[in-house]
């Protein structure tokens, strides 16, 4: 699948730069082909969600945690569906791969397992940069919310984008036909979203359902951008950082790890 290394030395060098670079690349223009499905949906979407509880509750919900419950809940809506699109990058391209059987094209070139991650997770960082700034423009001129730290929610977008597009590649990998991928992605991506804090505060559950939240790292995704959009959160900013982090160096490992072997890979 990789390049034999004599000597510890490439012709490319100990990295590849040029081939991650275009690897990363093609992912991207991959997405950018079909902006419309890309881009515009998941702010579609989440104005939809947003006519919808509004509609359904408007003024009838108080304050949930001392702001308006629009103004809480539109950083949920903007992170769910960041995640969201980050999965959908990396695990629709390599079940695609698969299923038409093209994957020796990407295993061929000279990428170690490491350029190979960091390419296909360059790409769904890319999209969910994208993904974030569209709603985040959507929500500063439509509803006057503007980041009140926007560094928090750069760093709590681009670590969920990098965890989100490793469980990708895992079920892009793991999965050897559509049906499979969508499976885990409504089985367990969804339902994780969902109860994570998309749309209340976990202080409203019961003391088992918190316990179950705070062993989420989707929630500290969520709390972590709602924290850095309105100054408000569940639990500290800090806290959600190690964990996130942590998350990530196990789902990166995971994915490296199968793409040395070729786990599921090689025919």
């Known amino acids: 699948m990789n390049e034999q290394?004599?000597?510890?030395?490439?012709?490319?060098?100990?990295?590849?730069?040029?081939?991650?670079?275009t690897l990363t690349r093609r992912e991207v223009s991959r997405f950018m082909n079909v902006w419309s499905q890309?881009?515009?949906?998941?702010?579609i979407n989440a104005g939809l969600f947003l006519m919808i509880f509004t509609i359904a509750i408007g003024s009838q919900r108080g304050d949930v945690m001392g702001v308006p419950f629009m103004v809480f809940l539109a950083p949920g809506i903007l992170t769910m569906t960041v995640i969201q699109n980050a999965?959908?990058?990396?695990?629709?391209?390599?079940?695609?791969?698969?299923?038409?059987?093209?994957?020796?094209d990407t295993l061929m070139p000279p990428l170690s397992a490491a350029e190979l991650v960091t390419g296909y997770i360059g790409g769904a960082v890319a999209r969910g940069l994208l993904v974030a700034v569209v709603i985040s423009v959507g929500l500063a001129v439509f509803l006057g919310i503007w980041m009140q730290n926007p560094f928090w929610v750069l760093l709590f977008v681009v670590l969920g984008s990098v965890?989100?597009?490793?469980?990708?590649?895992?079920?892009?990998?793991?999965?050897?036909k559509f049906?499979?991928?969508?499976?885990?992605?409504?089985?367990?991506?969804?339902?994780?979203?969902?109860l994570s804090g998309t749309f209340y505060s976990i202080e409203a559950l019961p003391p088992l359902m918190q316990a179950m939240s705070h062993a989420n790292?989707?929630?500290?995704?969520?709390?972590?951008?709602?924290?850095?959009?309105?100054g408000v959160s569940d639990?500290?900013?800090?806290?959600?950082?190690?964990?996130?982090?942590?998350?990530?160096?196990?789902?990166?490992?995971?994915?490296?790890r199968w793409m040395t072997t070729g786990y599921r890979l090689k025919a």
């Open 5 to 21: 290394v004599q000597m510890g030395v490439r012709r490319f060098g100990r990295v590849n730069w040029l081939g991650t670079w």
């Open 217 to 230: 790292p989707f929630f500290y995704i969520i709390d972590g951008v709602r924290f850095g959009m309105i």
């Open 179 to 194: 049906d499979q991928l969508s499976a885990i992605s409504n089985f367990l991506i969804t339902p994780l979203a969902f």
């Open 38 to 43: 890309t881009v515009m949906a998941p702010l």
């Open 235 to 256: 639990s500290s900013p800090w806290v959600g950082l190690v964990v996130v982090c942590l998350s990530c160096v196990v789902v990166l490992s995971i994915c490296l």
């Open 163 to 176: 965890l989100m597009g490793g469980l990708g590649m895992i079920a892009g990998i793991f999965a050897n």
């Open 87 to 104: 999965f959908a990058n990396t695990s629709s391209s390599l079940a695609s791969a698969k299923v038409q059987g093209n994957i020796v």
